[in-house]
């Protein structure tokens, strides 16, 4: 039967519903972690951002300069889908993100030479692995909005080939920054794929290019290699795990594991990180070098992702502790590397997934010829791979997508009041500031948070909630009630759910003295006390 081609992308979208489900028809918000409330409000705000980046309507009272948006294609792209609702724009960018990187790598496949159905391995391999679950799962739907890392290869092969003309490296520069602009690891996995693709293609002698780099290129590897083992291995400085510091061993182990699936409860206390390797692209990819002919295209895609998925096997970074464990310049060199490459390490696997599935859907091409049954065993392999090693869509949640009531019964800027956490716990932090701007989604009144990460600026909310907490606990509630007046605060809303019972009620009774009685609301998945000012 022939292969028609309008059935590759409509497979692909079938397998993106069914696999982010329900991100096609949400009831509420997809994503188990704070920050998909985050980039719900990232999506709304997005029409107030182009502008220049500056945000009146958080970090009240002096407004927010946004300098790092996660992701400067999803800004444009809320942007003109701002007519939808934000909820219904998280769920468009999943699932069309899903089915157009898959697609795109299905087309670096066929560059290769890999043919459909077969092809689809490809596809499958690179948009649904395990980096594309956790990147459901913790709320970062644009980090699968990624067709232009598979475009950038396709005609980064082309610029480098016989044939090659000027567009085709224009196109690859221009998909690069696409890229670079979704998401900031993904650039850096194709800033990979560019560099070592460029090194093994682009040099029209490659024979001499082995003479004279072999010894030299072998002695950096040794030479990074041994100083990269040496920080780790002293007294495991700067090897973390969680929050303190671990023995390497203990990592690598955990690594391990989760690179053959995630384990039960990652989503819990893993935070969703999961590396996911599989076990059908793996094996067809090892298969290459017996299977497929002499060629250096695919071998220079196997060579990146083989790289990319050590390099992502890596332990995590921790930049402190590892600038001080070299002291001066070198030390701090090392700190800020760790802390910009090597703090998530496991991201840099998107290399391995995009070049290691083209590879291994040619692989299967091949195979197919002397075995088409076989190969229908192995595509089917790869689909196991992607629904039942890394169980989704059943590991993926819903999150509510309303704000409580009592929020519309006052007007102007609102202060909200969560306890601080015993440590100032960074998880909690991000809880609390997430949800109070997801709220502002539904609410649209001015808050104190900022809700992107400003250098050097503590949380204008923090601070005022601490002033008006301890003022209240210490009878000088009224002060404090001045000091938010003049800074022109409409009202606070305590969250009284997350205090200890007594802390609530202590609070919520000295407020009502000043204030009178609040607006009480149970709706919206919490209990609020709204006090107007």
């Given at each position: 039967?022939?292969?028609?081609?309008?059935?590759?992308?409509?497979?692909?979208?079938?397998?993106?519903?069914?696999?982010?489900?329900?991100?096609?028809?949400?009831?509420?918000?997809?994503?188990?972690?704070?920050?998909?409330?985050?980039?719900?409000?990232?999506?709304?705000?997005?029409?107030?951002?182009?502008?220049?980046?500056?945000?009146?309507?958080?970090?009240?009272?002096?407004?927010?300069?946004?300098?790092?948006?996660?992701?400067?294609?999803?800004?444009?792209?809320?942007?003109?889908?701002?007519?939808?609702?934000?909820?219904?724009?998280?769920?468009?960018?999943?699932?069309?993100?899903?089915?157009?990187?898959?697609?795109?790598?299905?087309?670096?496949?066929?560059?290769?030479?890999?043919?459909?159905?077969?092809?689809?391995?490809?596809?499958?391999?690179?948009?649904?692995?395990?980096?594309?679950?956790?990147?459901?799962?913790?709320?970062?739907?644009y980090q699968v909005l990624d067709p232009?890392?598979?475009?950038?290869?396709?005609?980064?092969?082309?610029?480098?080939?016989?044939?090659?003309?000027?567009?085709?490296?224009?196109?690859?520069?221009?998909?690069?920054?696409?890229?670079?602009?979704?998401?900031?690891?993904?650039?850096?996995?194709?800033?990979?794929?560019?560099?070592?693709?460029?090194?093994?293609?682009?040099?029209?002698?490659?024979?001499?290019?082995?003479?004279?780099?072999?010894?030299?290129?072998?002695?950096?590897?040794?030479?990074?290699?041994?100083?990269?083992?040496?920080?780790?291995?002293?007294?495991?400085?700067?090897?973390?795990?969680?929050?303190?510091?671990?023995?390497?061993?203990?990592?690598?182990?955990?690594?391990?594991?989760?690179?053959?699936g995630p384990p039960l409860g990652v989503?819990?206390?893993?935070?969703?990180?999961?590396?996911?390797?599989?076990?059908?692209?793996?094996?067809?990819?090892?298969?290459?070098?017996?299977?497929?002919?002499?060629?250096?295209?695919?071998?220079?895609?196997?060579?990146?992702?083989?790289?990319?998925?050590?390099?992502?096997?890596?332990?995590?970074?921790?930049p402190d502790a590892l600038a001080t464990?070299?002291?001066?310049?070198?030390?701090?060199?090392?700190?800020?590397?760790?802390?910009?490459?090597?703090?998530?390490?496991?991201?840099?696997?998107?290399?391995?997934?995009?070049?290691?599935?083209?590879?291994?859907?040619?692989?299967?091409?091949?195979?197919?010829?002397?075995?088409?049954?076989?190969?229908?065993?192995?595509?089917?392999?790869?689909?196991?791979?992607?629904?039942?090693?890394?169980?989704?869509?059943?590991?993926?949640?819903?999150?509510?997508?309303?704000?409580?009531?009592?929020?519309?019964?006052?007007?102007?800027?609102?202060?909200?009041?969560?306890?601080?956490?015993?440590?100032?716990?960074?998880?909690?932090?991000?809880?609390?500031?997430?949800?109070?701007?997801?709220?502002?989604?539904?609410?649209?009144?001015?808050?104190?948070?900022?809700?992107?990460?400003?250098?050097?600026?503590?949380?204008?909310?923090?601070?005022?909630?601490?002033?008006?907490?301890?003022?209240?606990?210490?009878?000088?509630?009224?002060?404090?009630?001045?000091?938010?007046?003049?800074?022109?605060?409409?009202?606070?809303?305590?969250?009284?759910?997350?205090?200890?019972?007594?802390?609530?009620?202590?609070?919520?009774?000295?407020?009502?003295?000043?204030?009178?009685?609040?607006?009480?609301?149970?709706?919206?998945?919490?209990?609020?006390?709204?006090?107007?000012?």
């Amino acid at each position: 039967m022939r292969w028609r081609r309008g059935w590759t992308p409509l497979i692909l979208l079938a397998l993106a519903i069914a696999w982010s489900w329900p991100a096609a028809w949400p009831q509420g918000l997809p994503g188990r972690w704070p920050d998909a409330l985050g980039t719900a409000w990232f999506i709304d705000a997005s029409p107030r951002l182009l502008s220049g980046l500056d945000d009146p309507l958080t970090g009240h009272p002096a407004g927010a300069h946004y300098g790092r948006p996660d992701s400067f294609v999803l800004l444009a792209v809320s942007a003109l889908l701002s007519w939808l609702p934000p909820v219904r724009v998280y769920g468009l960018v999943t699932v069309l993100g899903l089915t157009a990187s898959a697609w795109a790598a299905e087309r670096l496949a066929a560059e290769l030479g890999a043919r459909p159905p077969w092809s689809l391995l490809a596809g499958v391999g690179f948009a649904f692995c395990g980096l594309s679950s956790t990147a459901l799962i913790e709320g970062y739907p644009y980090q699968v909005l990624d067709p232009w890392m598979p475009l950038m290869v396709i005609f980064w092969l082309r610029a480098l080939g016989p044939e090659a003309r000027l567009r085709d490296g224009l196109l690859a520069a221009l998909f690069f920054a696409l890229t670079l602009l979704s998401s900031a690891w993904l650039g850096l996995s194709a800033g990979m794929v560019l560099g070592i693709t460029g090194l093994w293609l682009g040099v029209p002698r490659a024979r001499t290019l082995r003479g004279w780099a072999v010894g030299p290129g072998t002695a950096a590897i040794v030479a990074v290699a041994a100083v990269y083992a040496g920080l780790f291995l002293h007294a495991g400085a700067g090897v973390r795990e969680g929050g303190g510091v671990a023995p390497i061993a203990a990592q690598m182990r955990t690594i391990l594991v989760q690179s053959a699936g995630p384990p039960l409860g990652v989503d819990v206390r893993g935070h969703g990180h999961n590396h996911g390797i599989g076990a059908a692209v793996p094996v067809l990819a090892v298969l290459s070098p017996v299977v497929l002919s002499r060629g250096r295209r695919w071998r220079a895609l196997l060579a990146v992702g083989l790289l990319s998925m050590l390099a992502s096997l890596c332990p995590r970074i921790d930049p402190d502790a590892l600038a001080t464990t070299v002291p001066g310049l070198p030390g701090a060199l090392w700190g800020a590397l760790a802390g910009s490459l090597l703090r998530f390490p496991a991201r840099l696997g998107w290399a391995w997934a995009l070049c290691g599935s083209a590879v291994a859907a040619l692989v299967l091409t091949t195979l197919a010829r002397r075995s088409p049954r076989g190969a229908a065993w192995m595509l089917a392999a790869v689909l196991v791979d992607a629904f039942v090693v890394q169980r989704m869509p059943m590991r993926q949640a819903e999150t509510l997508a309303t704000a409580p009531s009592a929020y519309g019964a006052h007007e102007g800027p609102v202060l909200d009041v969560f306890p601080d956490s015993p440590g100032d716990d960074p998880q909690w932090r991000l809880w609390t500031t997430n949800l109070s701007c997801f709220y502002q989604v539904r609410h649209h009144r001015p808050i104190a948070d900022h809700c992107l990460f400003v250098a050097g600026a503590e949380s204008p909310r923090v601070t005022r909630q601490r002033m008006l907490v301890d003022a209240a606990l210490s009878g000088r509630v009224a002060t404090a009630i001045e000091a938010l007046r003049a800074e022109r605060f409409g009202s606070v809303v305590l969250h009284l759910d997350h205090f200890p019972q007594a802390d609530g009620a202590r609070l919520r009774a000295a407020l009502t003295r000043v204030l009178g009685p609040p607006v009480e609301s149970r709706d919206g998945g919490e209990y609020v006390a709204a006090f107007g000012l």
